[in-house]
């Protein structure tokens, strides 16, 4: 099992910054991909931004410029840094991963598991 925990959230005023955390834990041989999206009230789950191993990002066209994300390998930990907030930012914000495990008979497979979720609230 792996459980994927997320932390950094809260409120902030308009044009500030927040640095978000998921760090994964449990049964993982690696991480192929890691990423984060959000929901606001009444909205669909979107796509914020999202790194593979080797490095490679791509971001929601809302966010670029504004928001980074980076990951640390070794703690199995992607972080999301977001400058200049905007209203619009309110959203829980969940991580994702897709990861490597092996299973007892030796085989491996790949699985997506996601975070509890954690509240960004832009106040304007």
């Known amino acids: 099992q792996v459980q994927l925990v997320e932390s950094g959230g809260g409120l902030v005023q308009a044009g500030g910054s927040l640095r978000l955390s998921c760090a994964a834990s449990g049964s993982i041989f690696s991480i192929n991909a890691m990423g984060w999206y959000r929901q606001a009230p009444g909205k669909q789950r979107e796509l914020v931004a999202r790194?593979?191993?080797?490095?490679?990002?791509n971001y929601a066209d809302s966010v670029k410029g504004r928001f980074t994300i980076s990951r640390d390998n070794a703690k199995n930990t992607v972080y999301l840094q977001m400058n200049s907030l905007k209203a619009e930012d309110t959203a829980v914000y969940y991580c994702?991963?897709?990861?490597?495990?092996?299973?007892?008979?030796?085989?491996?497979?790949?699985?997506?598991?996601w975070g509890q979720g954690t509240q960004v609230t832009v106040s304007s």
């Open positions: 790194i593979i191993s080797g490095g490679s990002t």
């Open positions: 994702n991963a897709d990861v490597v495990t092996y299973s007892s008979g030796g085989s491996s497979y790949t699985a997506r598991y």
